[in-house]
């Protein structure tokens, strides 16, 4: 069993929410309320009308969408929020962090899903790798941003950088090094901060990322600035093709920036953590890569 799985199980087996949940009755959890609206995209379909049996008809950009890994994210959040910890740091009307705490003074990581900036899939393609990432030793952070655009979304991530190195102490932060995470859409976004900095959209200078984590985009921009680069992709993807993606990393370390890239067999877009499919464990082939290029300083 992966360490991912064993960590969504153990979270999944403590729910008191089942396939048959209405989700209108996790939004009116008394634990979550105030924040729960975005644990789901509401931007194509109302919510409201599903069960969490249901939820890939939220996500019609996203694959292998696991009830296990839905029920494990909404019970994180409530355990969390049954410790009187801040769950969720608004941003602005429709932008804000979703902060995963970890015991250790690690490196702490920014995950954005995708979407194709028309929704945010969080509940399949950031906040499952958040949790996992806390529960391995990492602070992690989930991004809600503005669906409507890129420039928009990459600004939202500018914005979010800039406000934990604002005060870090106010996240309990000892590390400053960090990693920007993100799939599809995501993996974009990831890609641009690492790339230019918070400087070009609209913020103040941050200290710039130490490695990029990117999951299944056509993302073909780069930089000679760029930090360390890991990849992944279904070799089936229909929306980002996997040669793509390798063509952009072969740049990269033409570059001498260190890079990693795996690309799965009998896998299409959208995968997440992948449980079930032959990318299941590819997050700790990237912790390891991580650990390997950046270190736990």
């Known amino acids: 069993m992966s360490e991912d799985r064993r960590i969504i199980e153990k979270y999944a087996a403590l729910s008191p929410y089942q396939a048959s949940t209405p989700i209108k009755e996790v939004l009116a959890d008394p634990l979550i309320k105030d924040f729960a609206r975005f644990l789901f995209p509401d931007d194509w379909y109302a919510p409201e009308r599903y069960t969490l049996a249901s939820v890939d008809h939220l996500l019609p950009f996203h694959s292998h969408l696991r009830l296990e890994t839905t029920l494990a994210v909404i019970e994180k959040v409530r355990e969390l929020r049954r ?6 740091y608004p941003l602005g009307k429709r932008v804000g962090l979703f902060y995963f705490p970890s015991s250790t003074a690690n490196p702490f990581s920014v995950i954005s899903a995708g979407g194709g900036f028309s929704y945010v ?9 958040a949790l996992v990432l806390s529960e391995l030793g990492y602070p992690a952070f989930a991004l809600q941003y503005r669906s409507g655009g890129a420039r928009m979304a990459v600004e939202d991530l500018a914005l979010a950088l800039a406000t934990i190195f604002e005060d870090p102490a106010r996240f309990g932060l000892e ?7 993100g799939g599809s859409a995501g993996a974009r976004m990831a890609a641009y901060l690492g790339s230019y900095g918070t400087e070009s959209f609209g913020q103040k200078a941050c200290p710039r990322a130490d490695a990029v984590i ?4 056509g993302h073909t921009d780069y930089s000679a600035h760029d930090p360390a680069t890991f990849a992944v992709v279904g070799k089936q993807d229909g929306i980002a093709s996997w040669r ?9 370390r033409a570059l001498q920036i260190p890079t990693e890239f795996h690309a799965y067999e009998r896998l299409g877009h959208g995968f997440g953590l992948g449980i079930g499919t032959s990318a299941e464990g590819w997050i700790m082939d990237a912790i390891r890569f991580i650990e390997k290029n950046v270190g736990k300083f």
């Open 83 to 88: 410790q009187k910890a801040e769950v969720y």
């Open 121 to 129: 899939g969080s509940i399949h393609e950031s906040l499952p790798h």
């Open 175 to 181: 590390n400053c090094h960090y990693t920007i995470w």
């Open 214 to 217: 990117m999951e299944y985009t």
């Open 244 to 252: 793509t993606m390798a063509r952009r990393l072969e740049r990269l």
